[in-house]
């Protein structure tokens, strides 16, 4: 990742005021009473703009009964207050309000179906620590199982994602102003291109920006391609020296660029937690291997993906634990020697910080920053950052929420004075 891509904004600029993205025009407001109490039904535009109730309030209080009349203010208000955890509800279908008569204005906020499992892709954030992370912003029709993959490249931010749903097909867009259409990657020649059961991996190496990713379905081999700016290359699966079978992953994988090699660190295949790594120093792939333990014996393990980023003239890893060991953890590469693998500590008498999906990790403001999904049914996501001594306090970000894991990348947008750290991901899942 360079530390100066730019970033589109989802039709919104970072630091003028947004341009809207959903419509006044398509806000819908009904309401649905019963013996026990009325539920308010809002669809996703007019969730979305709850912050401009005041715009579209006539939408609402012509949507309300007559017994409710007398409190659709105080309804516009409690909405217009409460947007952003209203908002958080929201699945892409919009969200339902219920309250019992004896409480009319108590709006328990649901999804507004029984589809939770939200795959559109969506951002936010940081400026610096102090101001915290941006509201979750989502992108409209854009849709990753996984999560999505970031890399600046030639003035320009892309993205890459396998598609939504079932769809195995890697998918991407870029931004040098504003985003362009989001599509498959195709294949030289005509015909599909590449495809992966997880999140791909991208850097940019030798002046092109390399895509790694595992096969689809059951192929856990481990493929790979590129991209000069104009076309994309073949994807092929990455060979073994010599001959033979390369390696293999249960899972995506992190890329990094490091000592004038691409460096690919991923966990094994099948049953095989265990993590491994190679090289590619623009001609040859290096043998697959297992990273050691210092010292001797096995060494560190994952059951998701590991993320990579240089940080202080070393190459950084950090990961999730292995089987039901959800806490994350770290270790470094100087060139030469793997350090020993430790769980991340946590700050005073805070625990540590855990995730059930990998991490994204990137180096902003002189700082390794990592983005990753809380532990087993929490899909809110979570930020910590180290200085090159200490790691602060994991925190919590409750304006986004995701299923799997973030990618995330520094950027500056073009009509911005600073660098902005990037998170992109997908919702959250059923």
Known sequence: MTENATIPTAQKTIEDKPEQKWSIDNVNVRCETKWWGYTLHLNEDATQLLEDIDTWAGTLLGALPGELKPVGKVIQMYLKLRNVIIKAEDRGEGVKLVSPWIMPTLLAPLPDSQHIDDSQLRWTSLVDDQDGWSDEQKMAKVFSEDGPSLAGFQD???CVARGGGNDQSLWWMSFDGSWSTYQQIPRPGGGAGPWSACAPALAVFQNKLYCVHR?????QSLWWFTFDGNNWSLDQQIPRPGGGAGPWSASGVGLAVFQNKLYCVHRGEGPDQSLWWFTFDGNNWSLDQQIPRPGGGAGPWSAGAPALAVFQDQLYCVHRGADSDQSLWWFTFDGNN???????????????????????????QNKLYCVHRGEGPDQYLWWFSFDGSYWSQDTKNTAATSAYQPGIAVYRHPDGTRDQLLCMHRGVQS
Do not use: C
């Open 338 to 364: 793997w350090s020993l693998d430790q769980q991340i500590p946590g700050v005073g008498s805070i625990y540590g910080p855990w995730s059930a999906a990998g991490p994204g990790l990137a180096v902003f």
């Open 215 to 219: 096969g689809e379905g059951d192929d």
């Open 156 to 158: 320009k931010l892309f």
